[in-house]
């Protein structure tokens, strides 16, 4: 079912799956002829769709995508140009960006991202906030905010977070790009598909995901968080009551079995 406005002239595809698919909702950005950068529009769009999609039962996994031969740009450039209070208006769109990366991170569903090409600056923070990225050997990473005599300020947070902090400072005040191979050595993506296979390849990451029990996967979800910002010991004493509070026997797959 695809319930977005005309395709050729909403920011944002928003489709959800049937058949074998059935949980998994897929946003599109839909910007292809500015290689889907991020304007205030696209990124209130973004922001409504996750708030919806956590909210309907039906979903139960998110796949985020770009259509054209770019995952996203980063933000739009040419959107404030001549207009006398364009600060207002970045603060505005800035303050959107991070609402919308802390709701993937925040999201009770799991959100595999399809990267092709350019993730840039803000679109490869969006890629960042994914739980799971899938990214052809065409794709590349990169934050040119500094280069522009802007500070990274919403991008930093999520990428410091996900890996070493030198190369993190290197990334963000060189300009320097990263291609999927390199991504996927340091950390920034969980796996390289075949050219042309990555929508297909994250598709079928969401699909495992809405196979299970939505309490599952997004219990999970806020345990790999948790765990990484707290002690091991309040990481198993979260899991715990987890476990107590989930766990039935005989419901996974068909079998019995224990929390790990």
Do not use: Y
Not at 15 to 30: A, E, F, I, M
Not at 66 to 91: S, W
Not at 205 to 222: F, L
């Amino acid at each position: 079912m695809d319930r977005t406005a005309p395709a050729d002239s909403d920011p944002l595809q928003v489709r959800d799956l049937d058949g074998p698919d059935t949980g998994v909702r897929v946003l599109t950005l839909n910007r292809p002829a500015r290689r889907n950068a991020l304007d205030t529009g696209l990124l209130r769009r973004l922001a409504a769709e996750l708030d919806r999609a956590g909210g309907d039962p039906r979903t139960r996994a998110i796949l985020l995508r770009g259509e054209g031969p770019a995952f996203c740009a980063g933000g739009d450039v040419k959107e404030f140009a001549g207009i006398p209070d364009a600060l207002d208006h970045m603060t505005v769109r800035a303050r959107l960006l991070a609402d919308v990366l802390v709701a993937l991170q925040r999201h009770p569903h799991p959100v595999v991202a399809a990267v092709d090409g350019a993730a840039l600056g803000g679109g490869a923070a969006l890629a960042l906030a994914a739980d799971v990225v899938v990214a052809t050997p065409a794709a590349e990473f990169g934050f040119p905010e500094f280069g522009a005599s802007v500070v990274p300020t919403v991008v930093l947070p999520l990428l410091v977070r996900q890996v070493r902090p030198k190369l993190a400072f290197d990334l963000l005040t060189t300009g320097r790009r990263l291609d999927a191979a390199a991504a996927l050595r340091d950390g920034l993506v969980s796996r390289v598909s075949a050219p042309g296979r990555h929508v297909t390849e994250a598709l079928a990451v969401a699909r495992a995901w809405a196979a299970v029990a939505p309490e599952v996967a997004r219990e999970t979800k806020r345990l790999a968080c948790l765990a990484g910002a707290s002690t091991i010991e309040d990481a198993m004493t979260a899991g715990l009551e987890v476990t107590a509070a989930t766990w039935r026997p005989g419901v996974e797959r068909g079998r019995a079995s224990g929390p790990c």
